[in-house]
């Protein structure tokens, strides 16, 4: 079966703190896809990465990091030095590749409050 | 412009009631989605088409019927509506055709808040 587990569902932080959002994913195929969407107060679903199983190299953007390790089937995702505006509600998903039924399969989300 | 765009933004109806939502993209894309989200957040899948062809239909009772009159159109039509039918509804669409579509980004409207009383 393929799964997501976001372990934690809610943490709060102080502005300037760094934070790791953990994602662990179960699938037995060998080829699949990893993403990470952003869900603000303000409700849409913002797409913020992209990541196949054959590619565990580790991504930067700006404060934002990605760590793939396919040893742990784990793709957390790290906020540096976060601010008030990373608060929301962060989803991992896992979709699959092959035969027709391609589908999102999202954990179960984790809020992030950052205060200042 | 909005690439997805869904119609209403909130919808709040009896029980027993018939509704549709709409949505449309912009982008070109071939295949698009339905996903419901609960109170609790959880996003689950409900439909995907590839242009017009009902591909996923995830055990979604049949009061829910996706119509999808061209590729960058996908409507959703509640029949019967009941309490349990409340969440949040996310249209969605991507590139690319049935096979290795996986790998493509989904991109997502601002969602339909149906509040059912």
């Known amino acids: 079966a393929q799964k997501v587990t976001q372990a934690q569902t809610e943490i709060s932080v102080v502005e300037k703190e760094d934070v790791t959002l953990d994602c662990v994913y179960e699938?037995?195929?060998?080829?699949?896809?990893l993403f990470w969407y952003k869900q603000p107060p303000s409700g849409e679903l913002v797409f913020l990465i992209r990541?196949?199983?054959?590619?565990?190299q580790n991504e930067i953007s700006g404060r934002y990091s990605w760590n793939f390790q396919k040893s742990t089937s784990s793709f957390n995702f790290t906020i540096t030095a976060s601010q008030v505006v990373d608060s929301a509600v962060y989803f991992c998903?896992?979709?699959?590749?092959?035969?027709?039924?391609?589908?999102?399969?999202f954990g179960k989300g984790m809020k992030l409050t950052v205060n200042p | 412009d909005t690439a997805v765009s869904q119609t209403p933004k909130y919808l709040v109806t009896q029980m027993g009631n018939d509704k549709s939502i709409k949505c449309e993209q912009n982008?070109?894309?071939?295949?698009m989605y339905w996903y419901k989200q609960d109170s609790k957040k959880f996003l689950k899948i409900m439909f995907s088409?590839?242009?017009?062809?009902?591909?996923i239909n995830e055990t979604v009772p049949n009061r829910f019927s996706p119509k999808s009159p061209d590729k960058a159109h996908l409507n959703l039509h509640i029949n019967s509506l009941e309490l349990g039918d409340s969440a949040v509804y996310f249209c969605?669409?991507?590139?690319?055709?049935?096979?290795?579509?996986?790998?493509?980004?989904?991109?997502f409207g601002a969602g339909t808040r149906l509040s059912v009383l």
């Open positions: 699938t037995r195929d060998t080829t699949y896809y």
């Open positions: 982008l070109g894309h071939d295949t």
């Open positions: 088409y590839n242009n017009k062809e009902l591909i």
């Open positions: 990541r196949n199983s054959f590619d565990e």
């Open positions: 969605a669409s991507s590139q690319g055709g049935r096979t290795g579509a996986a790998k493509n980004i989904q991109y």
């Open positions: 998903a896992l979709s699959l590749s092959g035969g027709g039924s391609e589908k999102l399969v």
